[in-house]
């Protein structure tokens, strides 16, 4: 046989910006076309975004072509809202030289993200994230991705936005549970990085409960900061990057086995919990850790039990199908102490047998 | 507004080997799982190669689960061709250390290389172009892509294989019409890049009509070192890579309104006429070349005249809506000379203006 080599050149190195502020939702838009004159925008959004007023803040008069995602959430986190997507963007001849604006919740931006992401190989996206969770976490770092019929963001992609803008004053129209469930990928920020961030979340947590604007703006820049530290040193989620996932692996099963009655900050509080006491049983924790963490849940009014209804034999079957699994079985992120995720033989993820799963498992009722 | 950056980090240059021989099939696949010994692997191939032979070839009496593609080529080459696939892997648990192995012609290859850019966000892809198009063609340069109900390629990403494999001998199996038609991306090659690989053309065109083995090999040997060369340089077709689709702006147009009765490569040939009489017009071309390249493409049994039920007028419609388009109207590749594609500006696709292409389709009929 034959050799020949295919180069695929360098690419250099790159960045985008996350803007924080509060109230400028209403004079974005004017700074988008500004900023992007060549590009025909489009809009992605869901029906909650539509009806509490965002939407019109943001286009204001103007007449921008959109997608509303209905009904909003989990449920249109599917394959086929892309599909629908996709065929309206052509058959307005949107082109390559386009540019979605995702606004709204986690969801609004893994459908638009993944959308941007394969639409005509590939276009422009910026985002506006507007809930706790989208904030936080997935409006940074690139992650896209959507569910088959049979399991979670078994469809997607990395695709870095051209910049992401998060306007605090946005999360006044959440309700409370929905609210505080994605303050959860905060606190998992300070417990995976920042033993200092997890004190300002102990001491803070009324004015955060309370929705006090500055604390929610100190709030945001660290959760963006620590991602985007993270993210730089592994955005292909080689590595590191898995430490974003603490909690995740049980919570994500948990949130799958509940048909998503748990808000995914509900499902990763309890992943939180099962990840601490898979630290004690491996002797990791702080001996006070896993009850401060507890307290700050309860406060919160997240869940720290799994739901009587999930049957923890249900919880292993999911775990086994984690896209992160080898040989059927994933490996877990766990902490070293508070603020630090544990890294050992350099390796950020983590053996757990299932039998000590089994055993958490049993202790979660 | 605060502003953070979050970088992205380089990517290194890279590379990927693609491997030419003859009648290695049969041990390609323990080739395959010695070099990755890692990876879940799953083919991905349509029901001509289950019929013909090359998928049991390729399987030996080892079994790998695999989707086979019916009917095959382009009428599946859809969207949810890729989510019926993605749903039998997840069925089978496959995570993201698998790699899809695509065995086929450009069909099959463009449908696996799109469902491993995607499936949890990408794992690897292995292409096995059994057809002249394909080894020619698009087993090199990354693109891949499935159609929407609305249009071609609307879905897609640039995705590049770990290995190419391709075995000239399984070029046996296609039919005559098919194996011909695949030739003029070949042809094509030499038009835009090779001189001397066009007067080889000339002089081995009888070996190539009658598929002599060792003129094969040579033939797939030039395609992949010219495409590969081209597609370094412009990775994302920004510029250069758009010499590729000489003769396939008016191809494409014609293989459209045929409603796909042209296979690709006849209604390249009708591309490439039709671009030979617009450099006759602009002065560009040899006097002879014209002449030189439809002798070959007659030997061949192209067609080399739009067939009489598609309207010129049809055709240019279809030029406004070309995916290249700016304005409703799209540039066009053009030869300096045999062997070299214009470059004027620094630009490798010009302005031509819509009378001079439509007198040119008058000329065609």
């Known amino acids: 046989m034959k050799q020949i080599n295919v180069k695929i050149p360098a690419l250099p190195r790159n960045s985008y910006p996350i803007y924080i502020g509060q109230n400028f939702l209403d004079t974005l ?28 803040k943001l286009t204001a008069e103007k007449d921008i072509p959109n997608y509303i995602i209905n009904p909003p959430g989990e449920k249109s986190k599917h394959i ?6 996709i065929e309206k963007m052509e058959q307005q001849f949107y082109a390559r030289d386009s540019l979605i604006i995702a606004l709204g919740g986690g969801t ?6 993944f959308a941007a992401a394969v639409y005509k190989r590939g276009i422009h996206v910026i985002q506006i994230p507007t809930t706790t969770v989208a904030q936080a976490d997935s409006s940074v770092g690139g992650k896209t991705g959507v569910d088959s019929t049979i399991s979670k963001n078994a469809f997607g992609a990395f695709w870095n936005p051209r910049a992401v803008y998060i306007d605090v004053a946005t999360l006044n129209t959440l309700d409370q549970t929905q609210y505080l469930a994605g303050l959860v990928e905060s606190l998992k920020h300070a417990l995976i990085a920042d033993e200092k ?13 309370n929705r006090d604007i500055e604390t929610l703006l100190i709030i945001a820049e660290k959760n963006c900061r620590i991602k985007a530290k993270i993210v730089a040193e592994d955005p292909t989620e080689k590595n590191k990057r898995r430490i974003l996932n603490y909690g995740h692996t049980v919570g994500h099963a948990a949130e799958s086995a509940s048909r998503f009655e748990l808000l995914h900050g509900q499902a990763v509080a309890i992943g939180i919990i099962a990840a601490g006491l898979i630290e004690q049983k491996m002797k990791l924790a702080e001996p006070d850790q896993l009850r401060r963490i507890k307290i700050l849940l309860e406060k919160m009014k997240m869940p720290t039990k799994m739901p009587k209804n999930i049957k923890s034999n249900q919880i292993i079957q999911l775990i086994k199908r984690d896209k992160k699994a080898v040989n059927k079985w994933p ?28 055993d958490v498992l049993a202790k979660l009722y």
């Open 29 to 56: 838009l004017t700074k988008i076309q500004n900023d992007h004159p060549d590009r025909s925008l489009f809009i992605i959004t869901d029906s909650n975004l539509a009806e509490n007023n965002h939407l019109k």
């Open 331 to 358: 490996k877990f992120v766990l902490l070293e102490k508070t603020g630090k995720a544990l890294c050992k033989n350099q390796q950020w993820a983590h053996d757990v047998a299932p039998e000590t799963v089994k």
């Open 80 to 85: 086929q809202t892309v599909v629908k997507i």
């Open 108 to 113: 609004v931006g893994d459908i638009a993200g």
């Open 197 to 209: 961030y997890f004190t300002f979340f102990e001491k803070n947590i009324d004015k955060i409960i």
